[in-house]
């Protein structure tokens, strides 16, 4: 009897090793996936230069219209700016992250990755561009128009965790245009409701960076990671 109970039990850890080991395997293969497309989509966009400069143009003329328009600007208006700037700066950038790719192309991709690591790929990529951008626009507009937070790295940790929640969106709705035949009234029309909540939690959380008597609400906080983290999930759940 002890010796088909030691038995039973060397069969249930060997048992649980092989599916620990094979879930192992499964997500260094999909890591390295993630990685090499994500290496893809670097190459090309440092070969395809004129995109990225492109960004870079409207990002800069964009602020110094401002600067030459605006004397002063208040708290909230340079705040409300920044934002409105950074989510036409997503949109530019992310909005073409699947316009590149052909059927034949996305068939390819297709016979050699999952469609949720190719999906994983487009927001690894996605979120770290459009935080070279939003960490550009929030360089610029100190330069042209002041600094009027209390604390910059506060708000600088905000517009990171902005710059990947606008990122994440954007390229969950490139994704249902593409499949769409490009459709951009599909983005723009699905964009608005899901884009406002976060433009308006967003804001909420900044405005603790230009007033020293606010903290800023971890309740906010964990409210928007955890939009984050849903549009995460549908992203890899829906897209095909």
């Given at each position: 009897?002890?010796?088909?109970?030691?038995?039973?039990?060397?069969?249930?850890?060997?048992?649980?090793?092989?599916?620990?080991?094979?879930?192992?395997?499964?997500?260094?293969?999909?890591?390295?996936?993630?990685?090499?497309?994500?290496?893809?989509?670097?190459?090309?966009?440092?070969?395809?230069?004129?995109?990225?400069?492109?960004?870079?143009?409207?990002?800069?003329?964009?602020?110094?219209?401002?600067?030459?328009?605006?004397?002063?600007?208040?708290?909230?208006?340079?705040?409300?700016?920044?934002?409105?700037?950074?989510?036409?700066?997503?949109?530019?950038?992310?909005?073409?992250?699947?316009?590149?790719?052909?059927?034949?192309?996305?068939?390819?991709?297709?016979?050699?990755?999952s469609p949720a690591v190719f999906m994983l790929a487009?927001?690894?990529?996605?979120?770290?561009?459009?935080?070279?951008?939003?960490?550009?626009?929030?360089?610029?507009?100190?330069?042209?128009?002041?600094?009027?937070?209390?604390?910059?790295?506060?708000?600088?940790?905000?517009?990171?965790?902005?710059?990947?929640?606008?990122?994440?969106?954007?390229?969950?709705?490139?994704?249902?245009?593409?499949?769409?035949?490009?459709?951009?009234?599909?983005?723009?029309?699905?964009?608005?409701?899901?884009?406002?909540?976060?433009?308006?939690?967003?804001?909420?959380?900044?405005?603790?960076?230009?007033?020293?008597?606010?903290?800023?609400?971890?309740?906010?906080?964990?409210?928007?990671?955890?939009?984050?983290?849903?549009?995460?999930?549908?992203?890899?759940?829906?897209?095909?």
């Open positions: 009897m002890l010796f088909f109970l030691q038995d039973r039990t060397l069969r249930i850890v060997a048992y649980q090793l092989q599916i620990i080991i094979f879930v192992a395997n499964f997500l260094i293969k999909a890591i390295n996936q993630i990685f090499t497309l994500f290496k893809k989509d670097m190459l090309l966009e440092v070969r395809q230069q004129y995109s990225f400069y492109g960004i870079l143009l409207y990002i800069g003329a964009t602020i110094f219209v401002l600067y030459m328009a605006l004397e002063e600007t208040e708290n909230s208006t340079w705040n409300g700016l920044f934002w409105v700037i950074q989510l036409f700066v997503c949109i530019n950038a992310v909005a073409k992250s699947f316009l590149q790719e052909s059927k034949g192309r996305m068939l390819y991709y297709y016979s050699i990755c487009k927001l690894l990529f996605n979120s770290l561009l459009i935080l070279v951008m939003s960490l550009v626009s929030f360089l610029l507009f100190i330069l042209f128009l002041g600094n009027p937070t209390t604390n910059i790295l506060e708000f600088a940790g905000i517009v990171v965790l902005g710059a990947w929640s606008l990122s994440l969106v954007f390229t969950f709705l490139a994704a249902i245009a593409a499949k769409a035949h490009q459709n951009a009234a599909i983005m723009a029309v699905m964009g608005f409701p899901i884009i406002i909540p976060q433009l308006l939690l967003l804001m909420r959380i900044s405005k603790a960076a230009f007033a020293p008597m606010l903290t800023i609400p971890v309740s906010t906080i964990l409210l928007l990671l955890a939009l984050d983290g849903l549009i995460i999930l549908l992203s890899v759940v829906l897209f095909p």
